[in-house]
């Protein structure tokens, strides 16, 4: 682990799905509000539909990863897989203005507790963006939903391909006009560090024990990344952010 | 003229350079700051040099927009561009790290005195963010430098083209998942406007009469706008932000 105490580091990109904003109760409580009164309170166990809608994540991206498809939103990708999950529920009845109105499930997630604090303090001192799978029209609902500090939104939809690609990567200090360690990727996830790491960016990995709501268990740590912390006040601390 | 009030309207995507940031006089600091110990206190007229540049910008531009050549950032135009200026302003000797920041001079714009505030109320109603030809590095260092509250930074560089092309209006409501006419184009100039509405964007005039340090008269009023104000307190307060 090399050390990085933010001298040389001008911008923080971040994952958000799981990093910033815990999606899984956030999902689970749109589900639950946009599903209980068409299919029966109980009927849907909203957290399970949540965890399901996620298992189609990779999949559906990896339909624009490998070019078997072209680069579509992710809000599109949510689109076509909440049709899936519903049927796995027994819920095929749902009208398609609710299962719109579930795609933005997405948009409503409220940030980890430490997160907004965190951000804001790590403002002061550097650029802040998302770099996330997640489109732009989302990104802005959840930054002006909870305040997230970003200054521009990167990722996916900005460059037409989705994470791990290299491009996205690539992307981040390219825009922000910096060099490639002069940007400082952030994740609970250490597949997307390992990626950032690859293009050449710093990296720092969130441990986040809560996101899968104890049905997978994230390492403590990642003895690869340039920092391991378990919130972005620890963050904001370790980056010498006021 | 058809009536706006706000109550359709969703996003506000505002050109930069003379309608949020006044970038004469900014210019104009910058390279006297930079050049006056190279060539001499008065050698160069900073005001001047600064129109000169932005005489340069259009036809930089139109290499791109008509294909001749790939899309690059404006600081990169900026960069070949103030090599021209150097010359027919007899600095020919200065060095290629000042020519390098003298780029940075489009980076350290002040916006008019109205701005901020006017973009801090709408803010609270609106999605708000650039659509301008400058870059998002660019874009970010502006918003930094004075605090405009943008929820994304959109415009030439996200798309790989220039305004006045179709593609560039077009991707303000696309990415933020609006129809056209939910986003309302904010510009002092009337051709860029012209563009936005024929792409269906809803549009706002500001005058800013010192843009070009009264060289040039821009009209009062744009009487194909929807709207046409003076100030961005105007604007908030015409379209209904508290």
């Given at each position: 682990m090399r050390p990085v105490?933010?001298?040389?580091?001008?911008a923080l990109v971040f994952d958000v799905?799981?990093?910033?904003?815990?999606w899984r109760t956030g999902v689970a409580r749109e589900v639950a509000r946009l599903l209980d009164d068409r299919v029966g309170a109980?009927?849907?166990d909203p957290l399970r539909f949540a965890d399901d809608w996620r298992e189609r994540y990779t999949p559906s991206m990896d339909e624009v990863r490998t070019g078997r498809r072209p680069f579509v939103p992710l809000d599109v990708l949510h689109r076509e897989s909440v049709d899936e999950v519903l049927t796995a529920h027994g819920?095929?009845?749902?009208?398609a203005a609710v299962r719109d109105a579930l795609v933005l499930a997405w948009h409503r997630l409220d940030p980890w507790p430490d997160a907004v604090r965190g951000l804001r303090r790590l403002s002061a001192r550097f650029v802040l963006a998302p770099l996330s799978n997640g489109g732009i029209a989302l990104q802005v609902a959840l930054a002006r939903r909870s305040g997230l500090p970003w200054d521009a939104v990167l990722g996916a939809e900005v460059v037409g391909a989705y994470k791990p690609d290299a491009v996205v990567y690539d992307s981040a200090p390219r825009l922000l006009a910096l060099?490639?360690?002069q940007v400082l990727m952030v994740a609970a996830h250490d597949s997307d560090l390992a990626a950032a790491r690859a293009r050449g960016l710093r990296t720092a990995y969130v441990h986040r024990p809560d996101e899968f709501g104890g049905l997978r268990t994230p390492p403590a740590?990642?003895?690869?990344?340039?920092l391991s912390v378990t919130s972005f006040d620890e963050l904001a601390d370790r980056l010498g952010a006021a």
């Open positions: 105490d933010g001298g040389d580091v001008r799905f799981g990093t910033v904003v815990d109980g009927a849907v819920a095929d009845d749902v009208p060099e490639p360690a740590t990642d003895p690869d990344a340039d």
